[in-house]
Nanobody
Framework: QVQLLESGGGSVQSGGSLKLSCVIS????????MGWFRQLPGKAREGVAL???????MASNSVKGRVSVSHDNTKNTLYLQLNSLKPEDTAMYYC??????????????????WGQGTQVTVSS
């Protein structure tokens, strides 16, 4: 059974940084896509950054230049480094896994496996 567990969220001031982690268990195969998404109450889940098992990466325009996504294969842990945080980055952040990675897109509908989320709050 695939499980994902996020950590690292918190409250920071505008301009600050956070590093989110997501430990994945139950899946160690390739290919795959792993991604970070965020969501505000009542809003659709928005793609933030994505990484493929071949090390291809992408990030949404709203965070490009301020985030870095990486995956440590030895720990099977996904990371999201968030820099120059803005109040509009405030959201619940989720990690997700797409086994096989048939579609390399920042769209939540292609990801069947999700963590429970970690809250990021940025104050001005």
């Amino acid at each position: 059974q695939v499980q994902l567990l996020e950590s690292g969220g918190g409250s920071v001031q505008s301009g600050g940084s956070l590093k989110l982690s997501c430990v994945i268990s139950g899946y160690t195969y390739s290919p795959y896509c792993m991604g970070w998404f965020r969501q505000l109450p009542g809003k659709a889940r928005e793609g933030v950054a994505l990484i493929h098992s071949d090390d291809s990466r992408m990030a949404s325009n709203s965070v490009k230049g301020r985030v870095s996504v990486s995956h440590d294969n030895t720990k099977n842990t996904l990371y999201l480094q968030l820099n120059s945080l803005k109040p509009e980055d405030t959201a619940m952040y989720y990690c997700a896994l797409q086994p096989g990675c048939d579609v390399f897109r920042l769209s939540a509908s292609y990801f069947p496996n999700w963590g429970q989320g970690t809250q990021v709050t940025v104050s001005s």
